[in-house]
C-alpha cells in the first residue's frame, strides 16, 4: 500500500516562493518515476513536473525556469521548489508516481494572490 503526503503549501504573493514536500511510504521503489501535478477545481489534474530515480527531470512549458524538482530516495520524499509563483500557479498540488497510483494524496494547496 502506496501512501503519500504532501505539505508546503500556503498564500503567497506573485513571485514570491514556496517549497512543497511530498513523503512517501510502502512499495515505492527508488527506479519509480515520481511527478508533480495540481488541479485547479473544474479543471483536469495536469502533470507539471518529473524526476526519474536517476535525477532526471522534466517539466512542463507553464513552470520551467521556475519550478524545481528533486528528491530524496533514502527519505523516500520528493520536493518542488517553486519561485516566481504567479496566480495561475494557484491549484491543489499532489505528487505521485508516473503513470500514477490509484491512490492519491491530500494534496496542498496553493494560493498566489496579491
Known amino acids: 500500500q502506496v501512501q503519500l503526503v504532501e505539505s508546503g503549501g500556503g498564500l503567497m504573493q506573485p513571485g514570491g516562493s514556496l517549497r512543497l514536500s511530498c513523503a512517501a511510504s510502502g512499495s515505492i521503489a527508488r527506479t519509480n518515476v515520481m511527478g508533480w501535478y495540481r488541479q485547479v477545481p473544474g479543471k483536469q489534474r495536469e502533470l507539471v513536473a518529473t524526476?526519474?530515480?536517476?535525477?532526471?527531470?522534466y517539466y512542463t512549458g507553464a513552470v520551467k525556469g521556475r519550478f524545481t524538482i528533486s528528491r530524496d530516495n533514502a527519505k523516500k520524499t520528493v520536493y518542488l521548489q517553486m519561485n516566481s509563483l504567479k496566480p495561475e500557479d494557484t491549484a491543489v498540488y499532489y505528487c505521485?508516481?508516473?503513470?500514477?497510483?490509484?491512490?492519491w494524496g491530500q494534496g496542498t494547496e496553493v494560493t498566489v494572490s496579491s
Open positions: 524526476i526519474t530515480g536517476g535525477g532526471s527531470t
Open positions: 505521485n508516481a508516473v503513470p500514477y497510483f490509484d491512490r
